[in-house]
């Protein structure tokens, strides 16, 4: 999906919303519903989009929409929305290779999509389990201090006269009942089948790599869609279809230039791992040596 159509759903749908895009992928089903009160001869022909995107109030919500623009119409429908907190798995389908396919999985329904390519359906997983981890951060910081203030309301209580205990025995227990009913952590969504790359060892330059690999694909499928069209016979025709074939192979080359470089990136964070755990084996067992000479 282009950056345009991209800054054109943001500026229609969610700037008046006093919200703010961070990703949004095109998709289709991977499995057809079937309605079969509709005729055979209707055909449902519109582009979904799936947006990510957080409000600009204090607190910050973080919402997940299905975005529709019909065929012929330059406008974009809003169809359904739904929270983080609704939002209770995402399923990358594939944890060993970059795949186009993915699950959203909400409360009350699960939708099985096919990105329009891997790099795209790479960089929105990304986004979305960043965007959902600094979600979660900020509210475990507000139960935090939602705790902080129980304790201290509680120590007030206790450090009050005796007079009206009676009163304040069935009362106090209720009040921090109550608290703890809202401080309880909230269920995280929770991403499976996803590559460490998308998520746990999530880096920027994975990102980048992912953004020109769907650069360079749009520009192979806009090439092809050129090749097919029809040819009009002119005198540069001959000139216009070399300057085609070089493109392509720079297009070629860049393709596999950065493919090489993300498998190198990808054996350099498992080496980075592994060397993570010896260092945390040796840790260990200088602690149990030191431990032992204590003694």
């Not at 909400?106 to 939708?111: A, G, K, L, R, S």
């Amino acid at each position: 999906m282009t950056m345009n159509i991209e800054s054109e759903i943001n500026k229609e749908l969610f700037v008046p919303q006093n919200e703010r895009l961070l990703v949004a992928l095109e998709v289709q089903r991977r499995q057809k519903k079937r309605r079969s009160f509709l005729p055979t001869s209707s055909r449902e022909d519109y582009t979904t989009f799936i947006c990510v995107s957080v409000t600009n109030t204090t607190p910050q919500q973080l919402l997940i929409t299905k975005v529709k623009q019909f065929a012929g119409s330059p406008l974009f429908t809003r169809r359904s929305q739904w929270t983080v907190e609704q939002l209770k798995q995402v399923n990358g389908i594939n944890p060993n290779k970059d795949t186009p396919e993915l699950d959203l999985v909400f409360d009350n329904t699960v939708d099985q999509w096919v990105a329009s390519s891997s790099p795209e359906k790479c960089i929105f997983i990304q986004v979305l389990y960043r965007a959902c981890q600094t979600h979660w951060e900020g509210k475990a910081g507000s139960l935090v201090n939602l705790g902080k203030l129980a304790k201290a309301s509680q120590q007030k209580t206790t450090n009050q006269p005796e007079a009206g205990a009676g009163s304040r025995e069935l009362t106090v227990p209720r009040s921090l009942q109550a608290r703890r009913k809202s401080m309880a952590p909230p269920r995280q969504t929770e991403f499976i089948n996803c590559q460490s790359k998308l998520t746990r060892d999530a880096s920027s330059m994975n990102l980048v790599i992912y953004r020109c690999k769907a650069f360079l694909g749009r520009v192979k499928k806009l090439m092809v869609a050129r090749q097919k069209g029809p040819l009009r016979p002119d005198k540069g025709q001959t000139g216009s279809r070399g300057a085609q074939r070089t493109v392509g192979n720079v297009v070629q080359r860049m393709t596999v230039a950065l493919g090489e470089r993300g498998g190198r990136l990808t054996r350099a964070e498992d080496r980075t791992v592994r060397l993570m755990h010896k260092a945390q084996q040796i840790a260990d067992t200088a602690h149990k040596l030191a431990l032992k000479s204590t003694k």
